[in-house]
């Protein structure tokens, strides 16, 4: 996009409508824990107050990466935050180390990046 600064994108797809809910991007040196926790916060201010009174828990995949590993404490204490923001259960799924190709997410942004490219690309 005619930038030499590198992007990494952070979504929320949900998986039974298969829309692409909302996306943020950051620049690869801000790719963090916060910057994952600030996009679902971002995220959960774009909702209607039905669809916050719809929700009952959110179970959110992630991959193991060196962002989003279990390990990582400041990721869990900003999870233990959004939590207390929410008042509503979150379940961290973790996929298998190398298997984040099996979230549904990761298609989308293969798809982005073929259209970005010039490639054109079906939505997600």
């Not at 996929?95 to 979230?103: E, L, W």
């Amino acid at each position: 996009m005619g930038s030499t600064e590198k992007y990494s994108p952070c979504g929320i797809l949900d998986e039974d409508s298969g829309q692409l809910f909302y996306i943020n991007f950051g620049s690869c040196s801000y790719k963090t824990r916060d910057f994952i926790v600030d996009t679902l916060i971002q995220w959960w201010k774009t909702m209607t107050p039905e669809q916050k009174q719809d929700t009952e828990l959110i179970q959110i995949k992630v991959d193991n990466g060196p962002e989003t590993s279990g390990v990582r404490t400041q990721l869990k204490k900003r999870m233990v935050e959004f939590v207390d923001l929410l008042n509503i259960p979150i379940q961290l799924l973790y996929y298998a180390p190398y298997h984040s190709k099996y979230n549904p997410i990761e298609g989308c942004w293969g798809i982005l990046d073929q259209h970005w490219n010039g490639g054109g690309g079906e939505a997600c």
